[in-house]
């Protein structure tokens, strides 16, 4: 069963396909909820990423690294795309307190806040075995 509640459902159902092929992660027989409180509705594609660390999170049963932000969206061969005003949308979680970002490669001219150290990621698989502990 799938259901999203705040995200959209074609995008869900991307990004289960896209962990389930490109980064091994068998989903075919676990039910997938995704739920953004506050009834705000998120579709924007950088959020891609951070949804696909969630899902992989409850799947290994293994943490989100608690100081990361991650960004990005998720191409059907699991490759990342950049985003765009990546400086901007990182400005708050530096204010915030984290201390890492996973981004996708970053586009010319793009910075990163000083307060936060990128790692910089380039497909699904190795951002998850870069944000996810044990």
Do not use: H
Request: aromatic share 2%; hydrophobic share 45%; proline share 7%.
């Amino acid at each position: 069963r799938r259901n999203a509640n705040g995200v959209d459902y074609n995008r869900l159902l991307m990004i289960t396909a896209v962990l389930t092929k490109r980064a091994r992660l068998p989903l075919g027989n676990q039910d997938i909820i995704a739920n953004v409180v506050g009834g705000i509705r998120v579709n924007e594609p950088a959020a891609d990423l951070g949804i696909a660390l969630a899902i992989a999170s409850s799947s290994r049963n293994a943490r989100v690294n608690p100081d990361l932000v991650a960004i990005g969206e998720i191409g059907l061969s699991g490759e990342l795309r950049a985003v765009s005003q990546l400086e901007r949308r990182l400005a708050e979680p530096a204010k915030l307190g984290f201390k890492f970002s996973l981004p996708p490669p970053l586009q010319g001219g793009q910075k990163m806040p000083p307060e936060i150290e990128p790692i910089v990621t380039k497909s699904l698989s190795q951002a998850l075995k870069l944000g996810l502990e044990g």
